[in-house]
Antibody, heavy 119, light 110 residues
Framework: QVQLQESGPGLVKPSETLSLTCTVS????????WNWIRQPPGKGLEWIGY???????KYNPSLKSRVTISVDTSNNQFSLKLSSVTAADTAVYYC?????????????WGQGTLVTVSS | QSALTQPASVSGSPRQSITISCTGT?????????VSWYQQHPGKAPKLMIY???NRPSGVSNRFSGSKSGNTASLTISGLQAEDEADYYC??????????FGGGTKLTVL
């Protein structure tokens, strides 16, 4: 069964860039859509974007200008960069696997990592 | 970006049935079969319960069922159990934002 694990700094300063990596184990990163989803404390889920194993990506229009998602197939990893962060970007960040056809549903999730934006 | 509309809370007694609604537009829920539902217990990652409107992943109890009519999707939980108490989120493909989530519904088992 595929497992996902997020890693990266838990504290980021305002105006800096948030960087997280998701490591996929127990299965190949090929043929699936890989997603980042976040959840501010006490609030709902927000889709950030996806990357396909071939490098094709798509982002939430509300975050598009600040988001980059990349993939490293040799290490079965994909990564998130979110620039110019503010306190509003404080959230639990999840990586999740979509289907083979698109981000149609998310059947495997990482445990989530809390990123706090604060000086 | 507008989230899909879910009731903030629902409640039911053990062994009863409850239904959670998820209302969108023809650009998301009403226009596509890609509606999914997630269960989230406190401090845990969401878990896929329903995909493509009404399909259950392997291992999910058949007490959980999904449907859709027009721009509104629904999740029904029958035979409520204490462990069903959690937050539930719907999600849909969207022609404008690719993916949109509902605001979440807190289910309380009385």
């Amino acid at each position: 069964q595929v497992q996902l694990q997020e890693s990266g700094p838990g504290l980021v300063k305002p105006s800096e860039t948030l960087s997280l990596t998701c490591t996929v184990s127990g299965g190949s990163i090929s043929n699936y859509y890989w997603n980042w989803i976040r959840q501010p404390p006490g609030k709902g889920l927000e889709w950030i974007g996806y990357i396909y194993y071939n490098g094709r990506s798509k982002y939430n229009p509300s975050l598009k200008s600040r988001v980059t998602i990349s993939v490293d197939t040799s290490n079965n990893q994909f990564s998130l960069k979110l620039s110019s962060v503010t306190a509003a970007d404080t959230a639990v960040y999840y990586c999740a696997r979509g289907s083979t056809g698109g981000p149609d549903w998310f059947d495997s999730w990482g445990q989530g990592t809390l990123v706090t934006v604060s000086s | 970006q507008s989230a899909l509309t879910q009731p903030a809370s629902v409640s039911g007694s053990p062994r009863q049935s409850i239904t959670i609604s998820c209302t969108g537009t023809s650009s998301d829920v009403g226009g596509y079969k890609f509606v999914s539902w997630y269960q989230q217990h406190p401090g845990k990652a969401p878990k896929l319960m329903i995909y493509e409107v009404s399909n259950r992943p392997s291992g999910v109890s058949n007490r959980f069922s999904g449907s859709k009519s027009g721009n509104t999707a629904s999740l029904t939980i029958s035979g409520l159990q204490a462990e069903d108490e959690a937050d539930y989120y719907c999600s849909s493909y969207s022609s404008s934002t690719t993916v949109v989530f509902g605001g979440g519904t807190k289910l309380t088992v009385l």
